[in-house]
């Protein structure tokens, strides 16, 4: 376990100090740095000093928890990003519980109720990318996992506003359809009390599995589990980078939405899921 | 023009100051607030303390500027975020440029290459969230505006890598959607300089488009230009909350994937798109 001090004491290097600096609110500092695009703390190489913030494994289901809990005062992207990030603020201070976590409120219901990506996904990428050198294998992994697992998976400690029975593949990391598949299972209504705390249980599951892949890859022991599926990639050898057509992009399971390619296509016409 | 100095002032209510005192690392402070769910300053009604950043009015040209640059160095999502909130970090310091910009650099073609929610989008939204006490009502403005205006509108001032001529409508807030119509209009690949550089000026076009937002709300001028359509809102009517079915959730433009709807449905066939 990483004590206070020990997580403290990592910003003990020269570029530590010098991002402490930048949090004090100093305005003669804030002069002198000139405040332009190169004032940030972008090294000649690219690197940002301080960043990522540096991550400490956590338990999952701490994780998990804080993040259902903070779906009930924020929703789904507030719920996974201070799951996990607000975590780490509990445990070792700042620089963690300087994040403007309220921020993340508006990613509920797919970004302010557009129903685009998933907010628990989105909060919990970006808290990915806060925390990793290498975050995307992370978002990839989750993302295929989020798409192709029987969701939620996670059951909240404390007594539930009700009690969620059913599970559903998503299909897509879209708030769109993996409400509305889960809805069209469970039978109930998109705006009631049980699809709300389906999404409370199912933001909990998605900051726990992230934090499961962070610490893996803590660890040296990250390995995707979930790859993008064959018929997905099969999709991308012509539409997606270096294919014939190369007149797209994306690695979401194609066939919820073309899933009426017709004759004309060269691949058999996929199943409506 | 808002001074450094008037910037800095704001910060003079019991409230700024309990943030500002948030912001030094100092880790008694932070042992003492006990790093719960509580210490985050959240008022007892919910209001968060420091919460939102205060927006200070900015030139649309000099955040459009900036935010072509950010994704020539981040790509659309921290090229958006940075159009905007670091401008204000080059203005006023802190405590804008405290936030950690790279975190956003996961958002690039839609969230980690996944191409759901457009990342210009994501980073715009985030943005008017963490500067606006009703950044709702500038996303729904904003993400109407993108799926039905001919984008981008915006050309940098200085000279890009290649010549855009093409403008197209995304006719959806997803990245997949977006680019795929660009590129089937351009009629040029889908990881060509040209499509990035079409990506730059859109990053720059939304930039621009929510500071507009947020300078007419900062003035107490703000009237939604794009209302949901009349056909989504027809869809909504049954779909969405309060409907007859209520079976799922958003404001995407619906026709573009449901547009094979066929004659059990009660509303008339939808011309692809």
Redesign the interface.
Known sequence: MTT?REA?GL?GTAAGAAF?G??????A???Q?G???T??GVAPD?K?AG???RYMKLDADAVAE?AY?GFL?GHCMYGSFFGIV?EL???Y???Y???????????A?????????CGA??GS??A???LSND??PI??DL?NWYQSEPLPSYHPKQTPRVEITTKSVAHS????AS??RW??KANV???STERDERCAWLTASCAKKTVELLNAQADGAFKAAYPVPKEVQECRSCH???GEL???????DCAP?HF?LGTKHPIIERKKI
């Not at 930048?22 to 305005?27: A, Q, V």
């Not at 797919?110 to 685009?116: L, N, R, V």
């Not at 990391?173 to 769109?176: G, K």
């Open positions: 206070r403290l910003f402490l930048s949090l004090l609110p100093d305005p500092a804030a002069e740095a405040g332009g695009l004032a940030y690219g940002v960043f990522p913030w804080r809990k005062s607000g603020a509990e445990k201070g700042a620089p519980n300087n994040f403007p976590f309220a921020m993340m409120k508006i990613g219901g797919g970004m302010a109720d557009w129903a685009t990506l996904l989105n990428a970006l990915a990318s806060l975050p995307k978002a990839d993302f990391p879209l708030c769109h409400v509305a809805c069209e209504k998109s705006f997606d980078k270096g190369e007149d797209t992009r994306g690695k979401m939405c009426n």
